[in-house]
């Protein structure tokens, strides 16, 4: 069993040095100084290539809505301009017929 071992190592040990082993793992987990590790691993290469295709995806998928609504935009505006060109032929029709209800 571990424990076992581990305890079989802890006797053998002068009391000292264990006092000394204890204290410095508990100073360590205590500690609140800030550190930075400049090593870089596997995980942060994965975390930064996962952002860039995140950040293209998104771009993309932005780009594609926004062509979207340009091409709406225009075809609204088509249809507009048919909508003001037929109230312009539907006021002429209205004058015309006017005229001819008009008694000479």
Do not use: C
């Not at 225009?74 to 507009?80: H, P």
């Amino acid at each position: 069993m571990p424990t076992t071992e581990i305890q079989a190592a802890a006797v053998q040990m002068e009391e000292d040095e264990l006092r000394e082993i204890i204290r410095s793992e508990l100073s360590e987990g205590s500690s609140h100084t800030f550190r930075f590790d400049r090593t870089i691993n596997l995980g942060h290469v994965l975390t930064g290539l996962g952002m860039i295709a995140g950040l293209f995806l998104t771009y993309a998928a932005f780009d594609k809505r926004l062509v979207l609504v340009e091409a709406q935009m225009v075809r609204q505006t088509e249809v507009l301009d048919r909508s003001i060109r037929l109230d312009e032929r539907f006021q002429a029709v209205i004058q015309r017929l006017d005229r001819l209800e008009r008694p000479r």
